[in-house]
């Protein structure tokens, strides 16, 4: 099995900044891309940045600018560096896999985390 851990979510104030983890673990062999999504209290699930194993980004236009991917293949994990946060940033963030292929040969076509609060107050 996989499992995403997510990790460092919290308060913050407008104006400052936060970095979100998310390892896989599991005996993985190879992950296509990794992503973060958010959903905020009576919002849709949005994607926020994705990175693939090669590096390529795509950002959604609110992140643009303020937040920033990247990865270590490694240790298959996932960061998002967010600054300049504001109130329309609070959500739930999610960490997702896609096309995981374990050393046993077992593939998944996209595994989500359980979720990270981030809560920035005005």
């Known amino acids: 099995q996989v499992h995403l851990v997510e990790s460092g979510g919290g308060l913050v104030q407008a104006g400052g900044s936060l970095r979100l983890s998310c390892a896989a673990s599991?005996?993985?062999?190879?992950?296509?891309?990794m992503g973060w999504h958010r959903q905020a209290p009576g919002k849709e699930r949005e994607l926020v940045a994705g990175?693939?194993?090669?590096?390529?980004?795509v950002y959604a236009d609110s992140a643009k600018g303020r937040f920033t991917i990247s990865r270590d293949n490694a240790v298959n994990t996932v960061y998002l560096q967010m600054n300049s946060l504001g109130p329309d940033d609070t959500a739930v963030y999610y960490c997702t896999a896609t096309r995981v292929v374990l050393t046993q040969g077992d593939s998944y076509s996209e595994i989500w985390g359980q979720g990270t609060p981030v809560t920035v107050s005005s």
């Open positions: 599991g005996s993985i062999f190879s992950i296509n891309a």
């Open positions: 990175i693939t194993s090669g590096g390529s980004t």
